[in-house]
């Protein structure tokens, strides 16, 4: 009975032993997928801000040339306006010497 306790018990001792050492295994895996699972969250939460960092650059370059277009169509728009006036001078320069001729 003897022999076979202490087999038995020195097994036992064993397994727990290394039950206890997977335990830690499984605890420094525990702290090294944090850590990884940290970094990933870094890593996205960088590209993140630097999408919307283009996205903001992007939506300002657009802002800028709707409104440098809208400057350009108001000179347009200007330069219309004193080529009417100046053609409403013209034609009634026109219609005075048209007058002029008939009622002479």
Known sequence: MKKIMLPLIAGI???SFSSLSFSD??????EE?????????EDVKGEKEKIQGDVKDE???MKADVKGKAGEMKGKG?????????MKGEMKGMTEDAREMMGK
Do not use: S, V
């Open 59 to 61: 939506k300002d370059k």
């Open 78 to 86: 200007d330069a219309m306006k004193k080529k009417e006036e100046t």
């Open 25 to 30: 295994e499984l605890g420094k895996m525990k």
């Open 13 to 15: 001792c064993l397994a």
């Open 33 to 41: 997928m944090m850590g990884e699972m940290g970094k990933m969250k």
